[in-house]
Structures are given as C-alpha cells and as structure tokens.
T-cell receptor, first 112, second 114 residues
C-alpha cells in the first residue's frame, strides 16, 4: 500500500525565517514519483517539483530546495527566507502506476 | 504542459439539486481524474475517467452519486447528484501528462450546499 505522511499539520513562522516541511512516504515499488504542490487560499493546486525514485540529487530553485533521501523514505521541502506570499497549504504526493496519493497537507503561515 | 479549464469556479446550490462540473483540456489525454477536497482536508480521488469506457470509482464513491462522462479525449464532466451539505467541497479535475510528468490540476470548483 502507498502512503504519504505529513506530520506537521500547521507551521507558523515570521517572515525571513527558514522553514522545512517534512514528508515521509511508504511504497513497496522501486519506481515511483514524488511531488510537492502548493495550494494558496484561492484553491488551485500549483505544481512545485517532481522527483523520480532513481534521482536522489537534491534540487534548489530560488528560495525553494528539496531533500530526497530514499534511505529514510523522506522528501522534505525547505523554504529559505520565507515571505508572506508563501502562506499556503503544501501537499506532498506519491505517484506510482497511475495511483497518486496525497499527504494530509501542511498549512504554512508566514507572518510579517 | 496542458492547460485545464474547469467550470464553474464556484457555486452555491440548494440541497437536493445536482451540479455538473466541466473540465476541458487543451490537448488529448488518455486519463482524467476527479478529486474531492473537503474543507481542511487533503485530496481524495473520486474516480478515474478513460475515454470510451466506464469510469472507475474509488471506494466510498458510487456512480449514482457522482456520474462522470468522458465523451472524448479532451473533455469530462462530473455531476454531484442530490446534494447535501456534506458535499460542500472543492472538486478538482486532473490529467496525466504521461509517465512521470505528474498530474496537472484544474483550478477547482468550490461547491457550497445550503
């Protein structure tokens, strides 16, 4: 069975702080894909990143960075120097064989 | 990447009525997915819609309540039938752009049932 766990329900930080959103997944398959999506208050889902199971190279995109570690089945997301516009719900997801599972989401609030 | 147009973006409906949500994709896709996101919750897959065949429903969702049409490779509809306040959710359509490309989501339909 596939499962995604985002243990942090809500996180609140002050602007310019760094924040890491945790994601732990479970799957028996060796080929799979991991995703992060952002859902701002408007409700749409914004794609942030995709990672396949064979690529453990960490990635940085501007203030965003992702740490994929197969040994711990984790795919954590760090926002550096957070901004108020980063306030949203963030979902981690696992895709395998057209079966996409979402974590419960982490609500990030960045205060000015 | 594909562009998905979903409408209506929001609606307020009376209980007992039905609402049909439309999802239009600007390219042909084999699989389309319908998700429900209840308030404060994560996304739950309702069904998978392939063109030319019956939709496949996930546990807890039935065709009588959520009939789906998929008349061609660029369009699908989801109907929420005989609505009750518990159906108040965001409904999202999504498409599979190919292996590993991930799912692209429509902008969602925010449904409130009163």
């Amino acid at each position: 069975a596939q499962k995604v766990t985002q243990a942090q329900t809500e996180i609140s930080v002050v602007e310019k702080e760094d924040v890491t959103l945790d994601c732990v997944y479970e799957t028996r398959d060796t080929t799979y894909y991991l995703f992060w999506y952002k859902q701002p208050p408007s409700g749409e889902l914004v794609f942030l990143i995709r990672r396949n199971s064979f690529d453990e190279q960490n990635e940085i995109s501007g203030r965003y960075s992702w740490n994929f570690q197969k040994s711990t089945s984790s795919f954590n997301f760090t926002i550096t120097a957070s901004q108020v516009v980063d306030s949203a719900v963030y979902f981690c997801a696992l895709l395998n064989n057209n079966d996409m599972r979402f974590g419960a989401g982490t609500r990030l609030t960045v205060k000015p | 990447s594909a562009v998905i147009s979903q409408k209506p973006s929001r609606d307020i409906c009376q209980r007992g009525t039905s609402l049909t949500i439309q999802c239009q994709v600007d390219s042909q896709v084999t699989m389309m997915f319908w998700y429900r996101q209840q308030p404060g919750q994560s996304l739950t897959l309702i069904a998978t819609a392939n063109q030319g065949s019956e939709a496949t429903y996930e546990s807890g969702f039935v065709i009588d309540k959520f009939p789906i049409s998929r008349p061609n490779l660029t369009f699908s509809t989801l109907t929420v039938s005989n609505m009750s306040p518990e159906d108040s959710s965001i409904y999202l359509c999504s498409v599979d752009l190919g292996q590993g490309e991930g799912y692209t989501f429509g902008s969602g339909t925010r449904l409130t049932v009163v």
